[in-house]
């Protein structure tokens, strides 16, 4: 049994602890909690009873060593290098709540100690556990779909109110979250992108900053990927409109795939398009066989406790992670990319300059209007 503290017990925190108490976490038992308000500290008392130690600070914390084997760090986003390097430090396993960081050079020191450390560390994707985007993942590997010519992602499910990026003062904000749509609702999709797809050559951002809210942030983006072999990728993120659009889209030599929400919809080709287009003796596809497989997914189910099983097996039965803490950092290279690529109106080529990336945000933030 992993014996696990929580730190930070705002919203996330408060649904792992939930999650935990109700022994939704095989392997997993929770002895501590840090929580700095009253407000949250009684909702520990009422939550876990006497069960859980409650701590009113990360260094308190670090005195009762012995009661814990492992951390979710749960805060926001600009604490979680510095939190997760601490607790690597004093021997303790880490799983963070995504993203790793916000910026990639922050996370430099956190990644080394955590190779060098043996311990086990992981961030919170949860959506890897999707099984639509399991199967998709399953049919790339198997090179279902053979030579990728190109791929479309668009995503805006997550809509948000004032009221929302209102509701911490850390939210939407340059000096706070470290950007907007992108470093938040974005880490998820962009963690699924490179997941798929693996990492680009070079990225050219198009983002509107401050389209739908008073803030120096970003709430819409349109990202175009450069791979080799002049395969492409379009990805857009809004967290502005109504409508609720998830859609994914792959176009290969052997097939091509589209998700729509929960349906996905597989079209395989005989022969392979390389070959056809070669060898067909007539104008267009009147001689391609076409075969459509389609599947209906679950509506998205509460993955978040298999991404913390997952942790407690990898540490006490050794199986192996879903996320690799090391493999987390390429959804915030992305990002970090993304807006150096639309503050000087550039293409930007990875890897990325992190010296460069790290100066142009201190500069937005030092300028932030609020």
Request: charged share 25%.
């Amino acid at each position: 049994m992993v014996r696990v503290a929580i730190i930070g017990t705002g919203g996330m925190g408060k649904k792992y602890v939930k999650m935990i108490q109700a022994n939704q976490i095989p392997f997993m038992k929770l002895t501590a909690a840090v929580a700095r308000s009253e407000t949250n500290q009684k909702f520990i008392q009422d939550t876990c009873g006497d069960d859980v130690l409650i701590i009113s600070s990360e260094d308190e914390l670090y005195e009762h060593t012995d009661m814990f084997d492992a951390v979710i760090i749960a805060t926001p986003h600009r604490y979680h290098p510095e939190m997760g390097l601490r607790a690597l430090r004093s021997g303790k396993h880490v799983l963070l709540e995504k993203p790793i960081g916000v910026s990639v050079a922050d996370c430099e020191e956190l990644l080394t100690t955590a190779e060098q450390s043996g311990l086990t560390f992981s961030v919170i994707f949860h959506q890897r556990a999707y099984p639509k985007y399991m199967a998709i993942k399953k049919l790339l590997d198997e090179d279902a779909l053979g030579e990728i010519y190109r791929f479309m992602m668009e995503n805006t499910r997550y809509f948000r109110t004032e009221h929302y990026h209102h509701s911490s003062s850390w939210r939407s904000s340059w000096n706070g979250e470290g950007g907007g749509a992108l470093i938040n609702q974005g880490q998820h999709i962009l963690d699924m992108w490179q997941w798929l797809f693996g990492m680009p050559e070079a990225v050219r951002a198009e983002i509107a900053f401050g389209k739908y809210n008073d803030f120096d942030v970003d709430d819409e983006v349109t990202l175009f990927f450069q791979y080799p072999n002049h395969k492409t990728g379009i990805f857009f993120l809004t967290t502005g409109e109504g409508n609720y659009i998830e859609r994914l889209e792959i176009s290969g030599s052997k097939g091509s795939l589209l998700l729509e929400e929960d349906t996905l919809m597989v079209h395989t080709y005989e022969p392979d398009l390389n070959t056809y287009r070669k060898e067909a003796g007539v104008n267009s596809r009147e001689d391609l066989h076409e075969t459509v497989l389609k599947k209906e997914f679950p509506l998205d189910t509460e993955t978040h406790p298999v991404i913390l099983e997952n942790f407690a097996k990898a540490i006490e039965c050794g199986e192996p992670l879903l996320v690799e803490g090391a493999d987390a950092i390429h959804a915030l290279e992305l990002t970090n990319a993304a807006y150096l690529s639309a503050w000087k109106h550039e293409t930007i080529s990875f890897p990325l300059d992190r010296a460069a990336y790290q100066q142009e945000l201190e500069a937005h933030q030092k300028n932030e209007r609020h």
